[in-house]
Nanobody
């Protein structure tokens, strides 16, 4: 059974940093693209970042210079390093796996999802 388990969320002051992790199990994802999405209260789930099997990265414009997505295929884990956090980054963050090698910003393109981890940024 495929599982994605996020961790690393929490409460942080504006300007602070957090590192989210997503551990995958049940199959190898080394040849799959991985993504991070987020959903704030009352809003649609939105794309944050993706990384292809080869390491090509794409970002939401508003996080491009602050967040970094990375992966460790040996550990079947993907990370999201978030720096210079802002109150508008407050959301539940979800890890997702796509059964194709290329990244995508469309949530419909992802087959597996984690349960989410909450990030709260105070002003």
């Amino acid at each position: 059974q495929v599982q994605l388990v996020e961790s690393g969320g929490g409460l942080v002051q504006a300007g602070g940093s957090l590192r989210l992790s997503c551990a995958a199990s049940g199959r190898t994802f080394s040849n799959c693209a991985m993504g991070w999405f987020r959903q704030a209260p009352g809003r649609e789930r939105e794309f944050v970042a993706s990384i292809s099997w080869s390491g090509r990265r794409y970002y939401l414009d508003s996080v491009k210079d602050r967040f970094t997505i990375s992966r460790d295929n040996a550990k079947n884990t993907v990370y999201l390093q978030m720096n210079s956090l802002k109150p508008e980054d407050t959301a539940d963050y979800y890890c997702a796996a796509r059964l194709r090698p290329g990244g995508s910003g469309r949530k419909e393109d992802y087959a597996y999802w984690g349960q989410g981890t909450r990030v709260t940024v105070s002003s």
